[in-house]
């Protein structure tokens, strides 16, 4: 039997902070169910699945409670629909969320493609069914934390997703665009079982971008983790290890002559060398200041 252990996790609330962190997870859309002339169609954006993540106290597994009362939808409902969670221009709005529901297994939303050129050809491979995979992009405001089996649980008790992201690789298995009217269980458990190497290298690799954010990395060094298939710990040492070779004070010399020669009596050449400790030591402090 499982070992189960549970504790209230600390409440961490989001509540009239505009500096949201917003957590994501992937998820699938559904060609059948798509509406050509109002350019709508269904998706599945959470069914609650398991998520390995990492914080500051180690590797932990997520959950997303469904149960009605846990998920605020009221950011979700006239939401943007957008392009893998990019929000730096207008051009990241691919459309908006018409609705959006929770029935205690899965979160569903209707979402509307905007008639602009340039999201056509997104629309259209919705339509052909090649893009299938979305994303949720969520905030939590309280965890319950549980032990199974030695591993580390938190389970979001009371949560809030902001927006629904059309992305290239799927974190939750069962998130998608629905391919059919009825999703079966032998699909949603198929893809369960093949999740965790795709998740794994798909949350590896948002590790990778978010660190490169925090330290200033460019694309160049992103794309050099990833295609290296560096995980998150080696990232962090690679990370570390550019930003002190960046941030690496140059050392500085400083030569003091020293006469030698007249007597340690002669009160001339003693308050010479006097005078050279003191700007010696001057020159030093100086020299520490600076580099501190």
Not at 25 to 49: C, F, K, M, Y
Not at 124 to 148: K, M, P
Not at 264 to 284: C, I, N, T, V
Request: aromatic share 4%; charged share 25%.
């Amino acid at each position: 039997m499982a070992d189960t252990a549970t504790t209230r996790a600390r409440t961490r609330s989001n509540v009239g902070n505009d500096n949201v962190c917003l957590l994501t997870r992937r998820a699938t859309l559904a060609p059948a169910t798509a509406d050509p002339e109002a350019r709508t169609v269904e998706v599945v954006w959470s069914t609650g699945a398991p998520v390995r993540r990492r914080d500051m106290a180690g590797q932990y597994i997520e959950r997303l409670s469904l149960a009605p009362e846990a998920v605020d939808l009221s950011r979700l409902e006239g939401a943007s629909v957008l392009d893998a969670h990019r929000q730096t221009a207008v051009r990241d709005v691919l459309g908006s969320v018409r609705s959006a529901t929770v029935d205690g297994k899965r979160g569903t939303a209707l979402i509307q493609f905007s008639a602009r050129p340039e999201v056509e050809p997104v629309w259209q491979d919705v339509l052909a069914g090649i893009l299938r995979h979305v994303s949720v992009g969520y905030s939590v405001e309280d965890w319950a934390e549980t032990v199974e089996n030695g591993a580390r649980v938190l389970t979001a008790m009371r949560w809030t997703p902001h927006e629904i992201s059309l992305v290239p690789t799927p974190a939750d298995p069962g998130a998608h665009i629905r391919m059919e009217t009825e999703m079966t269980e032998t699909t949603t458990r198929e893809a369960a079982d093949a999740a965790p190497t795709t998740e794994t290298r798909a949350e590896a690799n948002a590790e990778i971008r978010s660190i490169a954010r925090i330290a200033g990395l460019d694309q160049s060094w992103i794309d050099g983790q990833i295609d290296a298939n560096a995980d998150a710990d080696t990232a962090r040492r690679a990370a570390f290890e550019a930003l002190a070779k960046r941030s690496a004070p140059s050392i500085r010399t400083e030569q003091v002559r020293v006469e030698i020669g007249g007597g340690h009596d002669d009160p001339a050449h003693r308050a010479r060398q006097m005078g050279e400790a003191l700007y010696a030591r001057k020159r030093s402090l100086w020299a520490t200041v600076s580099l501190s």
